[in-house]
């Protein structure tokens, strides 16, 4: 078996362990693997080793593989942050877009989308505890910006993103994973209809699931560590 394909049946492994303590089925958590810095051969591998589902962060990265990559039936997600310049591409070639924060990028990206694709999908980022990272939305504004998100044609608003501030305390990664799965459940009580929860990175897994995550995103545990950005 190759690396990835190892790696891969870790994952999934730990992932099925965390879905059995916490009594959820396994089927509930998408496992989204985090393919930014790794070239297409590996996506080829982790794909043929049974993974779908690929997140990227850097559009002009993402066009070269998903060329080199046109023969997979490969669900794309976007997961990066977005500017205004970059929506039409990834509205035309992406089936998920993690990273709005903003009414502007959800707007542009509904008009642009084409109208023979299905609606995209879309999380809300939420910024829920890092003070330092200027993406995703502020929570008391998530109900507001929810609420016009879910009135645009051609998207899809399917739930909530979160990268909470990296930490080890594993009381605070079950904390701010709650606060997120929290303001979903407001969100919906107030009649929207979310159905993903978008958290849990490679390190902290463990205490996503147990708070709820329906999608984690994963990128290290799959390919190992990436190469510090130039
Ligand atoms: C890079 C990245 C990940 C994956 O992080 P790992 O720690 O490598 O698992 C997940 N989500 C986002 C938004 C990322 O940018």
Redesign the pocket.
């Known amino acids: 078996m190759s690396i990835i394909a190892e790696k891969i049946k870790q994952v999934v492994s730990q992932i099925n362990d965390y879905c059995n303590q916490n009594k959820r089925d396994s089927s509930s958590v998408t496992l989204?693997a985090?393919s930014?810095t790794r070239n297409a051969d590996e996506i080829r591998e982790a794909f043929q080793a049974g993974l779908h589902c690929f997140?990227e962060?850097y559009l002009q990265e993402a066009q070269t593989k998903m060329e080199a990559l046109i023969d997979l039936p490969i669900e794309w997600h976007f997961?990066?942050p977005l500017q205004s310049n970059k929506t039409r591409q990834v509205a035309e070639s992406f089936a998920w877009v993690?990273?709005v924060d903003r009414l502007k990028i959800a707007k542009r990206l509904s008009e642009q989308r084409p109208e023979h694709l299905p609606p995209l999908n879309i999380c809300l980022q939420v910024n829920i505890d890092d003070e330092h990272s200027k993406s995703g939305c502020r929570p008391e504004d998530a109900l507001s910006l929810a609420k016009e998100i879910a009135l645009l044609p051609n998207l899809a608003l399917r739930g909530l993103?979160a990268?909470p501030s990296p930490t080890e305390d594993i009381q605070q990664q079950h904390q701010a994973f709650k606060a997120v799965a929290t303001l979903a459940d407001q969100l919906n009580q107030q009649g929207l209809s979310l159905d993903t929860l978008s958290m849990g990175?490679?390190?902290d897994l463990s205490a996503a699931i147990a708070e709820g995550s329906t999608l984690v995103?994963?990128?290290?545990?799959?390919?190992g560590p990436?190469a510090p950005k130039p």
């Open positions: 989204l985090v930014k997140g962060n997961i990066g993690h990273s993103m990268i990175m490679s390190s995103r994963v990128g290290t545990a799959l390919f990436r």
